[in-house]
């Protein structure tokens, strides 16, 4: 696999790469893959379930990271001619939320694997709000089985 630019995925639809659907959407498109890192950008909406009193909830921003490494997964079984299997939260540690954004904020998280043992994925993700730090975390995702 390769290494892509937002040029080239960022056409793809977020939807044919993520079980989730509106109005629990937490990316608008990838904007870099390749097998080890990948990013994402979501413009924040004051109609969005995480949102309240003006930010983006700090879970929000969680799911945003969930989601960026939904979508990972969801390229590669796209790419693979695969159907997209459904991932869990299976572990949030070393949590950090230094800010949260506001409504019309566009924020990129990038995702960067650590390590990838049979069903289970360990990510480091930083999440930008224009060249800041506004989250980290170490997230690990277990696949299911089961199909979307």
């Given at each position: 696999?390769?290494?892509?630019?937002?040029?080239?995925?960022?056409?793809?639809?977020?939807?044919?790469?993520?079980?989730?659907?509106?109005?629990?959407?937490?990316?608008?498109?990838?904007?870099?893959?390749?097998?080890?890192?990948?990013?994402?950008?979501?413009?924040?909406?004051?109609?969005?379930?995480?949102?309240?009193?003006?930010?983006?909830?700090?879970?929000?921003?969680?799911?945003?990271?969930?989601?960026?490494?939904?979508?990972?997964?969801?390229?590669?079984?796209?790419?693979?001619?695969?159907?997209?299997?459904?991932?869990?939260?299976?572990?949030?540690r070393n949590l950090k939320i230094y800010k949260t954004p506001l409504a019309g904020d566009t924020i990129y998280t990038t995702i960067t694997v650590k390590e990838e043992?049979?069903?289970?994925?360990?990510?480091?993700?930083?999440?930008?709000?224009?060249?800041?730090?506004?989250?980290e975390a170490e997230m690990k995702i277990a696949l299911s089985d089961i199909e979307s």
């Open positions: 696999m390769e290494a892509m630019s937002c040029s080239d995925i960022s056409s793809v639809n977020v939807l044919d790469l993520i079980p989730q659907r509106p109005p629990f959407i937490m990316i608008d498109c990838l904007t870099h893959f390749d097998p080890v890192i990948t990013s994402s950008r979501f413009t924040v909406r004051d109609n969005n379930l995480f949102f309240s009193e003006g930010r983006l909830l700090a879970s929000g921003l969680i799911e945003n990271i969930a989601q960026t490494c939904a979508a990972r997964i969801g390229y590669i079984n796209r790419l693979s001619n695969e159907v997209i299997k459904l991932g869990f939260i299976g572990a949030v043992v049979f069903q289970m994925t360990l990510v480091d993700a930083v999440v930008k709000l224009n060249d800041e730090t506004i989250a």
